[in-house]
């Protein structure tokens, strides 16, 4: 079984590999530098090779990657069918649901003005705050992440309403109401915080779109670190110019990078981050995506597919 290892493993990270994965032969290179040739004899890739090139793998059995979201190898003519796709999801939750609070808390408490009046050298006061004690949020999206965000945001004071594709009956204790998206455009005028960590699939494209943000209150607040093609920007734009909206924060955009002359830049009360939420920024989130990897190689190599964790499927692309 040959093993390609493109995620940054440190050497600590390869002794235990290598103690899952005995009698393999692990090749390590950086995802960026892996090209068509080094792929035609790999069994298993570690990491989130370019698609273009995984396509080119005619060996290829399993795929782990070290992201939670894992749309872009569901596409046609990336992956075989039969070929296993594994995701990090659950590495994520703290980076992720922790900037997500701490946006809710910058335009609650108007952060996002009083730093550009810094910049400005202006000693100025911005007005009447708001508070997350008391507030409605809205969780688009359920997952791991989406879970962990309720729960901070529920031990905050907010009365939380989670909403997923599929009714579920678990209604998690932090979760105040669980409904489903079809639902979606009767819960958006109740909420102060709507908050977005969807799958990037065909049906959350534009979901919220300049319909449903004027279906959201003037003083609401949306946070988009899901996928940014779950956002019209333009509309976003309008509606933040318009006040039609109280702000937003995007840690995803649609392109990404943002270009430079985007209007969304300077529209007010938005808070853009590169897609720095998640990455490894955080020393956590890589010893979970390691372990996570390392847990599925055991698991793989014997034999134990149905106990691997975060087996994606190829048509929903989570």
């Excluded at 370019?50 to 992956?79: F, H, M, R």
């Excluded at 796709?85 to 996002?112: H, I, N, P, Q």
């Excluded at 730093?115 to 007005?127: A, F």
């Excluded at 995803?252 to 209007?263: G, I, M, R, S, W």
Aim: proline content about 4%.
């Amino acid at each position: 079984m040959k093993i390609l290892g493109g995620m940054p493993f440190s050497e600590e990270d390869r002794k235990y590999l290598e103690s899952k994965a005995r009698g393999c032969e692990i090749i390590y290179k950086d995802k960026e530098l892996v090209v068509e040739e080094d792929v035609q004899d790999i069994d298993i890739i570690l990491g989130n090779v370019s698609p273009e090139v995984i396509a080119k793998a005619p060996k290829l059995k399993w795929l782990q990657t070290n992201s939670a979201g894992v749309d872009v190898y569901c596409k046609d003519g990336i992956l075989r069918e039969d070929t296993l796709l594994t995701s990090a999801s659950g590495a994520y939750d703290t980076t992720v649901s922790e900037w997500m609070v701490s946006v809710c808390f910058m335009l609650a408490r108007k952060e996002d003005l009083y730093m550009r009046n810094q910049v400005e050298r202006c000693w100025k006061h911005e007005g009447k705050v708001v508070s997350i004690e008391d507030s409605v949020t809205l969780v688009l999206g359920l997952g791991s992440i989406g879970k962990h965000y309720a729960g901070k945001m529920h031990a905050l004071g907010s009365y939380v309403i989670g909403v997923t594709k599929h009714q579920h009956s678990d209604k998690p204790d932090f979760v105040d109401e669980l409904t489903t998206i079809e639902h979606l455009d009767e819960l958006l005028p109740r909420a102060d915080y709507v908050a977005m960590v969807l799958p990037g699939t065909e049906e959350n494209v534009h979901i919220i779109d300049t319909k449903r943000l004027k279906l959201m209150k003037d003083t609401a607040f949306l946070i988009n670190a899901g996928r940014g093609n779950a956002v019209d920007g333009k509309a976003l734009d309008e509606a933040l110019r318009n006040g039609t909206i109280g702000g937003a924060a995007l840690d995803v955009t649609e392109p990404e990078p943002l270009p430079e002359k985007d209007p969304l830049w300077d529209a007010p009360r938005c808070i853009i981050t590169p897609h720095i939420a998640g990455q490894f920024y955080l020393k956590k989130t890589f010893v979970n995506i390691v372990k996570i990897t390392g847990e599925n190689l055991e698991k793989y190599l014997a034999g134990d597919i149905a106990g691997m964790r975060n087996k994606v499927d190829h048509k929903k692309g989570y």
